[in-house]
């Protein structure tokens, strides 16, 4: 078989261009039907969730500002994880030259006495602080499994 003949042609409707065509094309590619016990535990699965929404007014506001709110903390856990990773990276570097203090990442201890800070005790070991970083990083992943489920609850 020669080159020209290996290759089918791409047939692509006017005002249209091939990413779409082949989005197009799986759209509408039919799908195989579900068994009758699926589609009851799929309908079993949809009433449950929707029998968890309040039937009156005031009810529902209160339901859907809990999820709102859930929604904004998942948000925050989220930029705080993805900050104390890319910390974590600098951190292990610091760790990795094996150096017994530092003066870029420490954890200060402060007591807030008469209006002032007082520094109580302070940790700039790059390996203990990349525990305790660690450490925080594990509750917030827990945190954040917990906010999902309670989302899609």
């Known amino acids: 078989m020669s080159k ?3 290759k089918a042609p791409l047939t692509v409707a006017k005002g ?8 197009a094309k799986e ?7 579900k068994s009758l016990e699926e589609l009851q535990k799929e309908n079993e699965e949809l009433k449950q969730k ?7 007014l005031e009810n529902k506001i209160q339901y859907f500002n809990r999820k709102k709110d859930l929604i904004r903390k998942l948000a925050v856990i989220q930029d705080n994880k993805e900050s104390i990773f890319k910390h974590l990276d600098n951190i292990a ?3 990795a030259a094996n150096d ?7 954890i200060v ?29 594990g509750r917030i ?10 989302i899609e609850a």
């Open 27 to 33: 759209i509408t590619t039919p799908e195989v039907p």
């Open 93 to 95: 570097q610091l760790a």
């Open 141 to 150: 992943e827990t945190k954040e499994e917990a906010i999902k489920r309670e």
């Open 50 to 56: 929707l029998s968890v929404i309040p039937s009156d």
């Open 16 to 23: 249209v261009n091939n990413a779409q065509a082949e989005t």
């Open 109 to 137: 201890i402060t007591d807030k006495e008469n209006y002032r800070d007082n520094e109580v005790f302070k940790i700039a070991n790059p390996v203990i602080v990349g525990e305790v970083l660690s450490f925080i990083l």
């Open 4 to 6: 020209e003949n290996s």
């Open 100 to 106: 017994f203090s530092n003066e870029r990442y420490f």
